[in-house]
């Protein structure tokens, strides 16, 4: 296999090519769904925090809730194992996608940059409804804005997008640690602000919780300038580099087959090596400089947070080793087949887990955000990952595509898309 190139069965012409149309069932790469569908699953260990705690309690596991017996374990373990590393996973998948529609685009004959520019502007939107409607947490922002960058770098080498991956990292993490080490240069106006927002005082915290047990309305007097922060000021100097660089990635990864269950065994096993060897002893370094330092701010977010920022990649692709393996040996075929489910709605599903959750931790639902502890959170993942494990193969057993699917592609094509399956087909 060229390390150049995806294998031609995954850009084989179909179809008209002055007609577009999205991809065929036939056409779907299992193992990306796969891995998409454990993506979508996975990154909800870590939004799950956001969800029922204040905004300061993901980066600082110390401002909200108790790190006592089981809940400390239950903050360990998804930090280790989680946090980053399932954002990372989906964005070398979006990445990745990136290449796989243009290619069978191209191959047909068509231009695929306008088609693209249309993904992206209605992705754009449905993630702006979601972040400034629903929660400041929202990823599609950032995955619209970004892909649309990205896309131009499409049709370079492997070894050329793993160089320039690498780059965008540095250059992220270098912003972090320039900001980090120039503290003491800092106004002390300025080292106030940054330390009230990283390691919020009691009552700005309880605050936070009577505003999120309110009704919708006056949830946006905290969802709506979070949501701003994070589209103006977090994604130009964190998201655009660590997110552009994971794309990039993703691309060059799927051009050398390992999203597609290709690559040899032993590769997927030096992935695993790395993320228990490199990733997992990075990781914990920083969260026993953190600890030490008792979660000084904004130290802790600066320096101590580049730790995760490198070690999550490689656990990362340790956590894609597994996955990959297991699709190359059958093996679990009922979870597999499920989880591949699951990855074909991986929109909706996304989503649905923001439905789900808002309605049971804000104001305008149960209103539960803030008293539930992180055991009781994990258990509230679990019982979510079970609903959406059976649902997605029921839902599409009856319908071809996920709701949220179906209209971006309508949206995108200009017109409605097949909805229901044919009785018996």
Same mark, same amino acid.
């Given at each position: 296999?060229?390390?150049?190139?995806?294998?031609?069965?995954?850009?084989?012409?179909?179809?008209?090519?002055?007609?577009?149309?999205?991809?065929?069932?036939?056409?779907?790469?299992?193992?990306?769904?796969?891995?998409? /569908?454990?993506?979508?699953?996975?990154?909800?260990?870590?939004?799950?925090?956001?969800?029922?705690?204040?905004?300061?309690?993901?980066?600082?596991?110390?401002?909200?809730?108790?790190?006592?017996?089981?809940?400390?374990?239950?903050?360990?373990?998804?930090?280790?194992?989680?946090?980053?590393?399932?954002?990372?996973?989906?964005?070398?998948?979006?990445?990745?996608?990136?290449?796989?529609?243009?290619?069978?685009?191209?191959?047909?004959?068509?231009?695929?940059?306008?088609?693209?520019?249309?993904?992206?502007?209605?992705?754009?939107?449905?993630?702006?409804?979601?972040? !400034?409607?629903?929660?400041?947490?929202?990823?599609?922002?950032? !995955?619209?804005?970004?892909?649309?960058?990205?896309?131009?770098?499409?049709?370079?080498?492997?070894?050329?997008?793993?160089?320039?991956?690498?780059?965008?990292?540095?250059?992220?993490?270098?912003?972090?640690?320039?900001?980090?080490?120039?503290?003491?240069?800092?106004?002390?106006?300025?080292?106030?602000?940054?330390?009230?927002?990283?390691?919020?005082?009691?009552?700005?915290?309880?605050?936070?919780?009577?505003?999120?047990? /309110?009704?919708?309305?006056?949830?946006?007097?905290?969802?709506?300038?979070?949501?701003?922060?994070?589209?103006?000021?977090?994604?130009?100097?964190?998201?655009?580099?660590?997110?552009?660089?994971?794309?990039?990635?993703?691309?060059?990864?799927?051009?050398?087959? $390992?999203?597609?269950?290709?690559?040899?065994?032993?590769?997927?096993?030096?992935?695993?090596?790395?993320?228990?060897?490199?990733?997992?002893?990075?990781?914990?370094?920083?969260?026993?400089?953190?600890?030490?330092?008792?979660?000084?701010?904004?130290?802790?977010?600066?320096?101590?947070?580049?730790?995760?920022?490198?070690?999550?990649?490689? $656990?990362?692709?340790?956590? $894609?080793?597994?996955?990959?393996?297991?699709?190359?040996?059958?093996?679990?075929?009922?979870?597999?087949?499920?989880?591949?489910?699951?990855?074909?709605?991986?929109?909706?599903?996304?989503?649905?887990?923001?439905?789900?959750?808002?309605?049971?931790? !804000?104001?305008?639902?149960?209103?539960?955000?803030?008293?539930?502890?992180?055991?009781?959170?994990?258990?509230? $993942?679990?019982?979510?990952?079970?609903?959406?494990?059976?649902?997605?193969?029921?839902?599409?057993?009856? !319908?071809?595509?996920?709701?949220?699917?179906?209209?971006?592609?309508?949206?995108?094509?200009?017109?409605?898309?097949?909805?229901?399956?044919?009785?018996?087909?």
């Amino acid at each position: 296999m060229s390390p150049d190139r995806v294998p031609t069965a995954h850009e084989r012409p179909t179809g008209d090519p002055s007609r577009a149309t999205p991809v065929g069932e036939a056409d779907r790469i299992r193992s990306l769904d796969v891995l998409r /569908g454990f993506a979508v699953l996975g990154i909800l260990t870590m939004n799950i925090g956001s969800f029922s705690m204040p905004a300061a309690a993901y980066q600082n596991p110390t401002v909200w809730g108790s790190l006592d017996g089981l809940n400390g374990w239950v903050w360990r373990l998804t930090h280790l194992f989680g946090d980053l590393k399932f954002m990372a996973i989906f964005s070398m998948l979006f990445g990745a996608g990136v290449v796989l529609m243009a290619e069978r685009r191209e191959a047909r004959g068509a231009r695929a940059g306008g088609l693209h520019l249309k993904r992206m502007f209605w992705l754009l939107v449905f993630g702006l409804v979601h972040a !400034y409607a629903l929660w400041y947490g929202d990823i599609l922002v950032w !995955y619209a804005l970004t892909g649309t960058l990205v896309y131009v770098f499409r049709r370079r080498r492997p070894r050329t997008l793993i160089a320039l991956a690498l780059l965008s990292w540095i250059v992220g993490s270098g912003v972090m640690a320039a900001a980090g080490l120039s503290v003491s240069q800092w106004p002390p106006e300025d080292v106030a602000e940054a330390v009230a927002d990283m390691d919020p005082p009691r009552e700005a915290l309880e605050a936070e919780v009577a505003t999120y047990r /309110g009704g919708w309305l006056r949830q946006n007097e905290h969802r709506v300038p979070q949501s701003l922060s994070m589209h103006t000021e977090v994604y130009p100097v964190w998201g655009l580099w660590r997110v552009g660089g994971l794309m990039l990635f993703g691309m060059a990864l799927f051009k050398l087959g $390992v999203f597609s269950a290709l690559a040899r065994a032993r590769t997927y096993g030096a992935m695993i090596a790395a993320g228990l060897l490199v990733g997992i002893p990075l990781i914990s370094l920083g969260m026993a400089r953190n600890a030490a330092t008792d979660w000084a701010a904004p130290d802790f977010f600066f320096l101590g947070s580049l730790y995760n920022y490198w070690g999550s990649i490689p $656990v990362a692709l340790g956590w $894609v080793g597994v996955v990959m393996l297991i699709c190359q040996s059958g093996a679990l075929s009922g979870l597999t087949a499920r989880l591949a489910a699951v990855g074909r709605m991986a929109f909706t599903n996304y989503i649905a887990q923001t439905v789900i959750c808002t309605t049971l931790f !804000y104001g305008h639902g149960l209103g539960l955000f803030g008293s539930i502890d992180r055991v009781g959170q994990g258990a509230i $993942v679990v019982a979510i990952w079970t609903l959406l494990i059976v649902a997605s193969p029921w839902w599409l057993s009856r !319908y071809q595509a996920g709701p949220l699917e179906w209209l971006w592609r309508s949206l995108v094509y200009g017109r409605r898309q097949p909805f229901r399956r044919v009785a018996g087909g």
